[in-house]
């Protein structure tokens, strides 16, 4: 299994050009999720899974920088981590591939670290009162 990055949001920018080099340099496989991918479960855009034929349709989507990880072991995802701090690349959802999510599509993964930021974000601002 190789590793793999899904990034969302990011494609053209230059923080999008930053991750592709820290992940690049680290192996992973990067890939860039149109909003057209976002109904297929997270193991196939992570290339873990046959791609099935999604239903067509309008897709809302999402503005927001996402990441979801799917490293080889924890020492590779410690190290993505670490560049990104030192290269102060900052994705605020960020999220890694799971038994439990992998059969998840992106709106769902999306919908679910959405509210776990917005939780650690007011619970760091109540700390600091």
């Known amino acids: 299994m190789k590793a793999s990055v899904l990034c969302y949001n990011l494609k053209g920018t230059k923080k999008g050009k930053q991750i592709a080099m820290i992940f690049g340099f680290l192996g992973y496989k990067i890939r860039h999720v149109e909003k057209e991918e976002y109904g297929l479960p ?50 605020g959802l960020k999220a890694v591939l799971t038994e439990t999510n992998q059969e998840w599509n992106s709106l769902e993964l999306y919908e679910e670290i959405k509210k776990e930021h917005e939780y650690m974000q007011k619970n760091a601002a109540e700390r600091k009162e």
């Open 42 to 91: 997270l193991k196939a855009l992570a290339g873990m899974g046959e791609v099935q034929e999604q239903a067509s349709g309008s897709v809302d989507g999402f503005s927001e920088e996402m990441l979801v990880m799917n490293p080889v072991g924890e020492t590779m995802l410690d190290k993505a981590l670490f560049l990104m701090r030192k290269e102060k690349v900052q994705i």
